[in-house]
C-alpha cells in the first residue's frame, strides 16, 4: 500500500477465488462459492489529510465479523475497524491525519468472529 496525496485504483480481494481448473464443475455448487466468502474494496493510494473509504461486503457468515485495517509506515501505525454481519455492506473510513508520512507502506486487513481471514 502507498501513502500519497492522491487518490487511484482499487483492490478486490475474494475468499473463496480459485483457478478455474481447480473447479470441478460437475459438482459446483453456488451455495460454495458464497460460504464463507467476502468482497474488500480499497483504494489503491490512500490520501492523507482525506477520508479514504474502503467497503467490505460479507457473503454469508454464521456470527458477525470484525474487520480490522491497520496501516503501518516506518514507525507509525494507523487502525480503524468496523463490524459487518452476513450480506452486508460496510464501509470503513481511514481518516489520515496531516502529519501521517508519506510513502510505501503495508495495510493489513483481518477478519474475526463469524469469519476469519
Known amino acids: ?16 477465488c480459485r483457478k478455474v481448473s481447480d473447479i470441478d464443475w460437475n459438482k459446483f455448487n453456488l451455495h460454495d462459492l458464497i460460504s464463507s466468502s467476502y468482497l474488500i474494496i480499497a483504494p489503491k493510494l490512500l490520501k492523507v489529510g482525506y477520508d479514504n473509504q474502503i467497503s467490505v461486503f460479507i457473503a454469508s457468515a454464521s456470527q458477525p465479523v470484525e474487520v480490522k485495517f491497520d496501516l503501518t509506515l516506518g514507525q507509525k501505525h494507523f487502525q480503524v475497524k468496523t463490524i459487518c454481519k ?3 455492506t460496510r464501509n470503513a473510513t481511514l481518516a489520515l491525519p496531516k502529519e501521517f508520512p508519506i510513502g510505501a507502506g503495508e495495510l493489513t486487513i483481518t477478519g474475526t468472529g463469524g469469519l476469519q481471514f
Open 1 to 16: 500500500m502507498v501513502v500519497d496525496r492522491s487518490w487511484l485504483g482499487c483492490l478486490i480481494k475474494c475468499n473463496s
Open 86 to 88: 452476513s450480506g452486508e
